[in-house]
């Protein structure tokens, strides 16, 4: 996925995207770390999956159609992202 603001197609070969994969992990520049989705609610660990360090991020998805969704973090931002083709 991602995010709004990034030009395609360079940002689905950039570094700049946000992958995340179906064995439960993503990666994003220099991050990577475990996710899951559950009732729209995004948790992200960043950090080796076998260990956990990494706190849980949470945020709220709302989907716009099947290859869009709006993020809102904590702090109550939004961003929106779009699936890569």
């Known amino acids: 996925m991602m995010s709004e603001g ?5 940002g ?9 994969f179906s064995d439960g992990t993503f990666a ?3 991050f990577s ?3 899951q989705l559950e009732n729209n ?8 999956p076998d260990i956990k ?3 849980p991020f949470r945020s709220t998805l709302r989907w716009n159609g099947r290859d ?4 809102r ?13």
């Open 28 to 30: 994003f520049l220099d």
């Open 73 to 85: 973090y904590a702090d109550g931002s939004i961003e929106e992202f779009r699936r890569c083709p």
């Open 12 to 20: 689905c070969e950039s570094d700049t995207t946000v992958r995340y």
């Open 41 to 48: 609610v995004l948790t992200e660990i960043e950090g080796d």
């Open 6 to 10: 990034t030009e395609y197609p360079d």
């Open 33 to 35: 770390g475990t996710w």
């Open 68 to 71: 869009r969704f709006w993020k």
């Open 53 to 55: 360090t990494g706190k």
